[in-house]
């Protein structure tokens, strides 16, 4: 037999709940705005002793794994510029920037 009253309380009619206006965060390769899915990308490797995270889009990052070792970002750093020195990824960045922020796409394999 179903139950009366939910023992957690009762629900919330989800219309009137006030949502407050989700931040809009850019993403620290392509400068684009982030959109539903967003990576925590280490700019140094866990594995280098990075601690320090920053907001990408998937395919971002999945560019910037596809082009540089784990040593390589260890010497970018936090520099972003330094990364954009590289034509492969300067070629994504200019591509990507008329994109949705939703937009997903196959990457290129690793080119070593």
């Known amino acids: 037999m179903a139950r009366k009253h939910s023992k957690h309380g ?14 809009v965060v850019a993403c620290w390769l392509c400068g684009r ?6 990576v925590w990308h280490h700019p140094v490797p866990k594995s280098r002793g990075g601690r320090d995270v920053v907001p990408m889009h998937p395919i971002c990052q999945q560019t910037l794994t596809a082009n540089f070792t784990n040593s390589e970002l260890q010497r970018h750093a936090m520099d972003v510029e330094s990364l954009l020195a590289n034509p ?14 939703d937009f997903t796409a196959t990457t290129t394999k690793k080119q070593r």
């Open 10 to 23: 009762p629900y919330e009619d989800p219309e009137s709940t006030a949502e407050e206006p989700v931040a």
């Open 33 to 38: 705005p982030t959109g539903k899915t967003i």
């Open 88 to 101: 492969a990824v300067r070629k994504f960045v200019d591509w990507v920037a008329n994109k949705d922020p």
